[in-house]
C-alpha cells in the first residue's frame, strides 16, 4: 500500500503535465528509442513516464524537467536538467540493476 501512495504523484503529475523523463534527440529515433528501453526494462520504469522527442539542437534546450537528457548527432547523451529530489524520492522505487 505504500508503495502504490508514493506512485500515486507520480503517476497524476505524468498525466497532468509532461512525461517527467524526457529524451530528447537531435536525428537518431532510434538510438533515443534505445535509451528509452534501457529505462524500462533495466530500470523497470513504466513507459508512460518517459517520453521522446526530436530537436535541431540538443546545446539549445533550456528545459527545467524533472529528467531531461538528450542524444546528439554524435551519440553523446546529454544531461540538460535534473531534479535530484525526484530522483531520490521517487525513482529510488524502481529497480537498480
Given at each position: 500500500?505504500?508503495?502504490?501512495?508514493?506512485?500515486?504523484?507520480?503517476?497524476?503529475?505524468?498525466?497532468?503535465?509532461?512525461?517527467?523523463?524526457?529524451?530528447?534527440?537531435?536525428?537518431?529515433?532510434?538510438?533515443?528509442?534505445?535509451?528509452?528501453?534501457?529505462?524500462?526494462?533495466?530500470?523497470?520504469?513504466?513507459?508512460?513516464?518517459?517520453?521522446?522527442?526530436?530537436?535541431?539542437?540538443?546545446?539549445?534546450?533550456?528545459?527545467?524537467?524533472?529528467?531531461?537528457?538528450c542524444l546528439?548527432?554524435?551519440?553523446?547523451?546529454?544531461?540538460?536538467?535534473?531534479?535530484?529530489?525526484?530522483?531520490?524520492?521517487?525513482?529510488?522505487?524502481?529497480?537498480?540493476?
Amino acid at each position: 500500500m505504500k508503495f502504490a501512495i508514493k506512485l500515486l504523484p507520480l503517476f497524476i503529475t505524468a498525466k497532468i503535465f509532461a512525461s517527467p523523463i524526457q529524451i530528447f534527440y537531435e536525428d537518431r529515433p532510434s538510438q533515443a528509442q534505445i535509451v528509452k528501453d534501457i529505462f524500462t526494462k533495466t530500470y523497470s520504469i513504466p513507459e508512460e513516464l518517459i517520453s521522446l522527442e526530436e530537436v535541431k539542437n540538443c546545446e539549445g534546450l533550456r528545459n527545467k524537467g524533472k529528467l531531461d537528457v538528450c542524444l546528439n548527432n554524435n551519440g553523446d547523451l546529454l544531461v540538460v536538467s535534473v531534479d535530484r529530489g525526484f530522483i531520490s524520492e521517487s525513482l529510488k522505487i524502481f529497480q537498480a540493476p
